[in-house]
């Protein structure tokens, strides 16, 4: 059986709470992932960019006033969907389409850059969603994206603040279950070289890889700084398309 990741978002009470969570100050997402997508990034000027599991697009209102040529979101959760909606309502360059990422229509050679933040990690089949990367990005495009750190989904575990980490099972890749939020989240473990090698798989030269090393100006909290020091919670991958 195959879980559709976007479904979690489509209950009322997940969704609330997820999106309040990410107003919480401090809260991982703005710490640790969001600084490394930004510098991976760089300069997006020009550039038609398409975001895989996009949420509520808020990243995407920023790119487009940040200059770039055309934004399109993929979002399968209807709640989702409709806060991009309004995220990009004011834009004529950005959209979404509701539909799972898996069974998008990639039109060819057509993004500068492919993005994702946080959704790679939902899907069963990714050396199928990469090949399908690839062949939407133009030639030189890169596809850049962030997931849940192998070491954290390896063994997933309820959410609250954790003062103790086990690592086990890694090389056990595939379907984990986590009460996450007052919900049930589907994901997919695998490790860092089946993300790799994927990648390589689908014709990528693999540019860069790093972790979530905490920064601490990015905290005001020293706790929170030193507690993020203690394990890697995000992993981040860029590869290019041959020229
Ligand atoms: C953790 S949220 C991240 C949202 C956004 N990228 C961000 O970083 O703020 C993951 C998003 O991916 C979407 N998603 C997960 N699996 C999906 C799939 N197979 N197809 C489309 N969307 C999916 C979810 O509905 C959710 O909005």
Known sequence: ???RGSEFYDNESNFEKYMLRR?????ANDTLEKPVISQLLGDISDQHILDLG????????ELLDKGCSTYVGIEGSRNMFEAASSSLAAYSNGTVVHTMI???????????LVLSRLAIHYLQDIEHVFRCIHQTLKPSGRVI?????????????????????????????????QQWLGGTVHKYHRTVEAYFRAMQ?????????????????????DETYE?????????????????
Request: glycine residues 8%; aromatic residues 16%.
């Open 145 to 177: 994206f962030s997931v849940e750190h192998p070491v954290i989904t390896s063994t997933l575990q309820p959410s609250g603040t954790r003062t103790n980490w086990v690592v086990d099972h890694y090389f056990n890749e595939g379907y984990r279950e």
């Open 23 to 27: 107003q919480w100050q401090e809260n």
């Open 102 to 112: 898996e069974d998008y229509t990639y039109p060819p050679d057509a993004y500068d």
């Open 201 to 221: 798989k689908a014709g990528f030269i693999v540019e860069q890889l790093r972790e979530s090393k905490p920064v601490r100006e990015n905290f005001t909290n």
């Open 54 to 61: 996009c949420g509520d697009a808020g990243y995407g209102a």
């Open 227 to 243: 507690r993020r020091l203690r394990i890697p919670l995000f992993l981040f991958l860029v590869g290019r398309k041959n020229a």
């Open 1 to 3: 059986m195959s879980y």
